[in-house]
Each structure stands twice: as C-alpha cells, then as structure tokens.
C-alpha cells in the first residue's frame, strides 16, 4: 500500500481522454557521465464487447499486498489458487509502468539538485575567494602607506635633529642597523660602517616590488611580515614597471621628406607623413580651419603641417607629374643613322596618293570615296638599294588643313605635288605655308607632264610668287617632273629624296625607351583604340606601357604598313598599335613610360587640363554679357561620328566655319567609331540628326533612332557632307522675305460703302497704286493696320491701277478704320531661297 498511498508528483499524471485499447508512456533511464535514454513503454489492453443493455461485466477485485492483507483461514487454502483474469494482468502492467515513470522522475529531480547545489557551493566559495583576495590587497596596500608614513616621518626627525655638515656625504640610511644595536644587549653602539653613495630613489612601484623580498634586516627584526603579496599583484606591478619604462624612453621619430603637389587631400598627406589622419585634423581645428580626411588643402596649409610634425616639405606642381622630353638630349655617340620621314602634300586632284602608289606599287587610290585622301596614310618603302624611306600621306582637301599641319610637323623631307596641267591652287599655298613654318626642306614634283596640256614652266613661274625658287632658276629648291600614270622619273625623285637625306644627316639613339607621334587613330569594333604611330627615337617593342597624350595603356601588338604583326618598331617606322585604353587625339605625344603606375598618373592629370580648358569660361564683364543677351543666334544642332580622329577634326572644322550671323552650327557631339545607342539618345534630345562618315549603326542604335525618330546621314565624302549641312541650314532659316514699296497715296475724304464698309478716296502721290496688293495704313507715320486692296475704282469703273497724279477710290479689307490725312503705302512681298 506504500505505492498505492504516494502523492502523485508533477508530470506524472496522465492526460485526460477516451479509452484506448493501447496505454504507452515513457521511461527515462540514467546512466553515468550524464547520458540518459527514453524508452516508450506500451499496455495492450484486450477490449470486451457485450450485448446492448446489458451492464459490462465486473472488474477483478485487486489482489492486495501481503504486508497488508489478514491471515488466509486454513480451509480456504485448500483449494488450488485461481489463474488471473486479463483485466488483472492489464492492471498490474499500469501499475508497474507508473512505478517506473515515477522512479525516473524520481532520479531527474535527485539529478538536478545535485548539480543546483553543486553549483551554488562554486559560487560561494568563488565569492568568498575574491573577497578574500581584495582583502589581503587592501591590507597590504595599507601597510605600505603606513609603513612609508613612518619611514618618511623618522627622517625628517633625523634631519632635523643632525647638525648641518657642509660638503659631507649625505648619511646612510641605517635606521634599521641603529635600531638593532640600540636593542643589543649592553646597549653597545653600532659598528660604524663605510658610507655608501647615494641611490637614485625608487618610486612607489620598485617599493611594492621590493617590499615582498627577505633582507637582513629584515630577517633579524621583530616585524611579523608574514603575509606576502599575491602572485597576481605582483604580476600586475611588473606590467606596469614595463610600460612605465617603455614610456619614458620613446624610439627616435623618422623624419621623412614628403612631397607635396599644389593640392593634397589630408588623408593622402597622413599617409605619406606616416602619420594618423586623426592627428592632422586634430592640428588643422588648433589652426582655426575645421577640416575632414577627405578634404583638400593647399600648399602652403600642407607645408605648415609637415613642419609642424617634424618632416621635411618637397614642392613640387603639377605640371612635374607630365613627361618633358625637351632637355631629355641623347648623347652623340649614341645616334645612329636613320630613314628619312618624307611627307607629300598638295592640292586636292592632282596626284599625290597616285604618285605614293607607283613608288610603292600598291593602289590605294582605287579603294579611297570619291578618289580623294580623307586621312594620313603612314608607309614604309624599301629601295633596291636596301634603303628605306618613310612617307606620310596628306589630304589635298580645304577641310583638312590640321592634317596637314601635323604632317609638316613630323617630317624631315616635304614633297610639293603640283599638276602641270592645272597649276598652283589654294591648298597647293597653304602647303607651301606649312612648310615654310615647320622650317624643313621641300622638293617641288611637277606631276601629269605626259598630259598635252602640260605646262611645267608655268609652274615654276607661279612658285616664284611665293619665294620658291627651284634649282633651274638659280635657287635651292629641288623640282622634278614626274608621271604618276606613266612612272616617269620616279628613279630620280627618290634620288633627290637620298641627297636631301645625306645632307640633313638624320641620326636617332635605337637603345632608349621610344617616343613619337600620333599621326591618325580610330576605334575598331574588334580591336578596340588603334593609333598609327611614328616612331622617333628609342625603339617600341611589344609589351611596353606607353601615354598617348591624355589615354595610356601596353603595347599588345604592332602591325605595319603591309598588315604583318612585327615585335620591335626603329625610328623613323611607322606602326598601328593595339593596347590603347581610349583613342587619343591626331597628334599628340607618344612616350613610353617604365611603368602602368606612373602611365596611369600621367594620362589623368593631361585629361584634368584638357577638362579644365573645356570648362573653363571667360570672366564675365558688363559688356560681353550684353553682347550675349542682344545676340540671338539660331543653332542647328549635330553629332557627328567618323571612322578616324582626323577625319572628325576636319570636319568639325568645316561645319564650324559654315556659321553665319544668323544660325550657328553647335555639334553636340564628336566621336571616332560606330553609331551607338548613347549617341541616338543624345541626338534624339535635342532633335539632332547624327552624320555618319566611313561609320554606320549598330543594331541597338538603328532600333532606338526608329523609335525616336533620329535622322541619320551617311557620307563618304566631306565636301558632299558640307554642301548638304549648308543646304539644311538655309532650310532651317526659312526663306527670305523682300518688302518692295510700289506707291503712296493720301486719303483725301472717307464714303460710306454699304451697311458697315467704307471707302477711302485717294490721290496717288508717287508709283502706281494696283489691286491685291498689300498695303500700309498710317497715321502719322504710325502704323495703323496692315491690309490689302479689296476694290479699286475710278469714276465708278472697276479698274486694275491707278498711276501717279490721279484719283481713285479704295475699299480695304479687314479693316474701317479710316480717316481723311491717312496715308497709304502699297508694297510686294517677294520670298528668295536663303542661302549661306
């Protein structure tokens, strides 16, 4: 009954619910180390099923403990014991499986307080061991005070009390020593002692560090000193003793010499400085100027800084990061010699390109639009000799007059084409011009001499005009008469060239980084930037990272004149070459750099100078700003994009020149390769058309142009560009209107015509005065409307004109308001195309 009669615990009661044939619950067991298993423990339960009405048969009575139970009389234990019925079985599993919950329920609270008492009993005694530990620390610590307080009070007693002895050693603490021999016994004075020098004092904490070890006197004192120091205290002496020492002797400060351009950010001054940026913010607040790491600071700011924290300043300006190859002179034993650079020029149509093409034996004339040139063509010839020659060709056109500029700039050798069947043309002067500033030397070739009309003294007559005298007329100019159609006399324009070579002796230094000239460049849709570049000294090798004007990159690869990828580039060879990072500009510097770093610096400060000279405005002054407000100017909007840089600038150029008083062209945009999306954009905003040279559209740019209704205009040749921008430009002007006064006239009495009408008689001053003309109501001399003659009448007959001195009558239409000493004035309009 002990089982039957425990209090239930909690958990252990079983959820309310229907019957079930099938009891289960669960059973933890313990194990050692902590581990512990679930086991689900089922009761089948066999169901009885009675007839309906009848009352379920009676549970088995529970048999009772033994302990419990009376004793059996002795005739019921003669009969044979009875076999349990199931609902006994079922009970006695319910049973046992209660007993076995409540026993591992049992354990797992037992489990539990233990490891809660375990805990609390850690805790304790933890608490109890800190408390103790600071109360050992604050005793010590107290008894060092008090022990200092005494020692300090014994030795003012002890100066006070000993008389003042000049220039005798400072006495010896021997307080410790006086004090044992005091307690000797027979009260014997203490030996006396060598006096020993003074000691350097020791601050607080070499006291506490010493304090702890054993002395002799120590030793033989009475003091009980038992209690020590904790191991932790003296830890924490020693750190602090090291860092007291790492303090007071700091390492030397390196004092660095920082370069400092004309604006420098603070935190890129920190970090050359090797300093904390916190420190110079800090600084610049002290100087009054509250500034961030991002900030930029002058020079002179800078400067005060760098001093400040004990460095050394080294100016420098910006204009340092560029390349100044000016004073960079190769030494004369270094200079080998090199192939002559020979640019021909001349007036467009007379045979430049064609005579090239017989030198070299090539027929670039037959691929050029319009047989014209429209870019520098860079080529190299090899002579039956082995010698070779560089030549540039020019365009002839007016537009390109900055082509030609550059190709004068670049050559050693200039090489006038003039047709003998067509003489000196404009182009043909500006050539001779360019040539003249460039300071090189020019050889004329008199070309077509096999034409009938030829006439090759004409040309040189013509040329005296423009101080070139030529060889046959007593001067130094070299003059031969070619055929580029025929190859006639081409041996001896080549050996003209060799002389002028040997005279000039062209020398350059191979064994050094290259420099040379940008003479064309273009965006290729596969390739990416190229540049047609002419070597001029050093020699350009595959590999090399190289600033061309404001874009940089690495050589990837060299192509020549023929097409052939070659590896190294001499002076004076003219090579296409790939690795650029955007197309320069016609042109510009060539310079190999030693590496992507400083290419990279150089580029960005070129870009900021041409960015600064594209955003820089001129001051603003009372004048020039009424001038802007008064001039009302029309602009005719364009973008414009071409196949090479020197073809953009030529056009650009042109179409600039196109403007007038009254429209001005105004390109929004000029660029070198294909038409792209971002191009129709920009066109589309400010309904531009956009003009495509030797380039077309993508496949994106033809979809947006469709949808936003871009025009697009292709050419090959400019002159057809220019023609057609100045025909749209006197379109977009509209068509000029011409006023021509035919006759005056007076109103001399005003009639009534009809209901509302009126009718003006007239006297005819001077002209004629015709019907359907327009004509001018004035009214001293102010306009009073502007109309036209309805109806004309002379003596009540419908007439078409009337002539000066006679009189008529008038109705005008739109308007009544009439009266007599008005004046009449009678004109025609005329509307004239506009052209520009």
Aim: include cysteine.
């Amino acid at each position: 009954m002990a089982d039957q009669t425990e209090k239930p615990k909690l958990g252990t009661r079983p959820p309310l619910g229907l019957k079930r044939t099938v009891e289960t619950g669960k059973v933890k067991q313990s194990f050692s180390h902590g581990r512990s298993n679930t086991v689900v423990v089922e009761v089948k339960k066999r169901r009885i099923l009675g007839r309906p009405g009848e009352a379920p048969p009676a549970e088995a009575p529970k048999p009772e403990p033994i302990a419990e139970a009376p004793k059996p009389a002795p005739k019921p234990a003669a009969p044979a014991p009875r076999k349990p019925s199931a609902q006994d079985e079922i009970a006695s599993r319910k049973e046992l499986q209660q007993k076995l919950l409540r026993e591992a329920e049992e354990s797992r609270l037992a489990s539990l307080e233990q490891a809660r008492r375990r805990e609390e009993r850690a805790r304790t005694e933890q608490s109890e061991e800190e408390r103790r530990r600071t109360e050992e620390n604050r005793k010590a610590e107290e008894t060092a005070a008090e022990e200092a307080r005494l020692k300090a009070e014994e030795e003012a007693r002890r100066a006070a009390e000993a008389p003042p002895e000049p220039q005798a050693p400072a006495p010896v603490e021997l307080e410790e020593e006086e004090d044992r021999g005091a307690r000797r016994p027979g009260g014997h004075a203490p030996v006396s002692r060598r006096p020993e020098p003074p000691r350097p004092s020791r601050g607080r904490g070499d006291e506490q560090r010493h304090r702890g070890k054993l002395t002799v006197s120590r030793a033989l004192s009475d003091e009980d000193e038992s209690r020590a120091r904790s191991l932790a205290a003296l830890r924490r002496a020693r750190e602090k003793e090291k860092r007291h020492h790492m303090e007071t002797g700091p390492a030397t400060k390196q004092v660095r010499d920082v370069v400092v351009p004309e604006a420098i950010t603070v935190q890129e001054l920190a970090n050359r400085m090797a300093e904390r940026g916190a420190d110079l913010v800090k600084a610049l607040f002290k100087m009054g100027m509250p500034v961030t790491l991002t900030q930029t600071i002058d020079q002179d700011t800078a400067e005060l800084l760098v001093t400040e924290f004990g460095h050394r300043i080294k100016r420098v300006s910006e204009s340092d990061i560029d390349i100044d190859t000016s004073e960079d002179v190769d030494a004369a034993e270094s200079l080998k010699p090199r192939p002559p650079v020979v640019t021909i020029m001349g007036h467009v149509d007379h045979g430049k390109t064609s005579l090239l093409d017989a030198i070299r034996g090539a027929d670039v004339v037959a691929h050029e639009a319009g047989g014209i040139t429209q870019h520098i063509g860079a080529y190299q010839v090899q002579l039956p000799d082995k010698s070779k020659i560089t030549f540039l060709d020019t365009p002839g056109h007016e537009a390109f007059t900055e082509m030609r500029a550059r190709g004068a700039n670049v050559t050693d050798i200039v090489i006038l084409v003039v047709a003998a069947d067509d003489g000196l043309k404009p182009q043909t002067i500006e050539a001779i011009n360019h040539t003249k500033a460039a300071g090189v030397p020019m050889i004329v070739a008199i070309n077509k001499i096999d034409k009938p009309e030829a006439k090759p003294q004409k040309v040189r007559e013509e040329l005296l005009q423009h101080e070139v005298i030529v060889e046959d007329m007593g001067g130094e100019v070299q003059d031969v008469e070619v055929s580029a159609t025929k190859k006639t006399n081409l041996d001896k324009l080549l050996e003209a060239i060799q002389l002028q070579a040997e005279i000039l002796e062209l020398k350059a230094n191979p064994d050094r980084a290259a420099e040379g000239t940008v003479v064309e460049a273009k965006l290729d849709k596969g390739r990416g930037p190229l540049a047609t570049v002419l070597v001029q000294r050093g020699t350009l090798r595959v590999g090399d990272v190289f600033v061309a004007g404001a874009s940089s990159g690495k050589v990837r690869a060299m192509i020549d004149d023929h097409g052939r990828q070659v590896k190294e580039a001499a002076p004076s060879v003219p090579v296409e070459v790939l690795g650029l990072s955007a197309v320069p500009s016609a042109g510009d510097a060539f310079t190999v750099v030693e590496n992507e770093a400083r290419a990279r610096e150089v580029a960005a400060y070129r870009q900021g100078v041409l960015d600064r000279k594209r955003t820089t405005a001129a001051p603003v002054s009372l004048e020039n700003m009424f001038a802007s407000h008064q001039a009302t100017h029309m602009e005719f909007p364009l973008v414009i994009k071409a196949d090479v840089h020197g073809s953009v600038e030529a056009i650009v150029h042109a179409l600039n020149r196109l403007s007038t008083d009254e429209i001005k062209v105004r390109v929004l945009h000029s660029g070198v390769g294909a038409i792209t999306e971002s191009d129709v954009t920009l066109a589309s905003a400010s309904g531009a058309p956009i003009i495509g040279f030797n380039v077309r559209p993508n496949a994106k740019a033809r979809e947006v142009a469709e949808r936003s209704k871009v025009e697009f205009r292709y050419y090959d040749v400019i002159y057809h560009l220019t023609d057609w921008v100045k025909s749209a430009m006197a379109g977009e002007l509209g068509p000029e209107i011409i006023e021509t006064v035919v006759g005056r006239a007076e109103v001399k009495e005003v009639f009534p015509a009809g209901k509302k009408d009126k009718a003006a008689g007239l006297l005819v001053l001077e002209g004629v005065i015709r019907k359907g003309l327009n004509a001018r109501l004035t009214r001293e001399d102010v306009i009073v409307s502007k109309t036209t003659i309805s109806s004309l009448r002379r003596f009540k007959d419908d007439v078409a004109e009337v002539r000066a001195g006679l009189e008529c009558g008038v109705m005008l239409a739109d308007t009544n308001d009439i009266k007599a000493g008005d004046n009449l004035e009678v004109f025609e309009v005329e509307e004239r195309a506009r052209t520009l």
